[in-house]
């Protein structure tokens, strides 16, 4: 009976050929579902926070008490609470308020173009640019909401200001410090709020995305 050689069998193991379980069209397939399923995630979160916000929007306009905490802040720094500064403050909210859900409409549509413009039988290269793009666009959403708020905060300040000014009032300087470093510090915090909460939700799905735009241009680099 023939010796049986360990060594000899390991190092014929080793060199045999290594068939690749699946080809490079069906990873391709397989990675271009994944990307397909991640957009159409983020599509449906955005439609959800659109309708989130239209909805406080309509509950806050039968409620009416939208605009107590700048006004009482008004009052607070010594000015009086008149009808006309109401209402100049009423038309810059809803403006804002209507400016802010186009906005977040126009996203949820360039989120919806970005879900049906990635196809299954898309080409490689097509499908590296579908992903960029939509990543730019993500990137665009965040930064826009955040930009957003700071533009809110600033505006209704700088109402604030003018209010007091056109009823010549002058606050107390440690009232307007308080004033001041409350707004800073509010919206230092709400932005780091909105920028945590976009990280957490749209971050893990991002990444995900990002795994697969990796896989995607190493096929790709193969190809070349």
Known sequence: MPEFDLDSFKKTWQEQPVQNKYGDNEILQMLNRKSRNYVKYIFWISVAEFLLFSVIGIFYFFQNEEDNGFLNILEKLGAQKTPQIENR??????????????????????????????????????????????????????????????????????????????????????????FIVGIIVTTAFSVLLIWLYYRLVYGIIMSKLDKNLKQLKEIDSQEV
């Open 89 to 178: 403050f009423d038309t810059i909210y809803w403006i804002l308020k209507i400016s802010s859900l186009i906005v977040t409409a126009y996203f949820v549509f360039k989120f919806y173009q970005n879900y049906r413009k990635i196809r299954i039988e898309e080409n490689l290269k097509g499908l590296i640019t579908r992903i960029l793009t939509f990543k730019k666009t993500v990137n665009a959403f965040i930064l826009i909401s955040i930009l957003l708020l700071v533009a809110f905060t600033s505006i209704f300040t700088i109402f604030i200001f003018y209010s007091l000014n056109a009823q010549n009032v002058e606050p107390k300087s440690s009232e307007m410090t308080i």
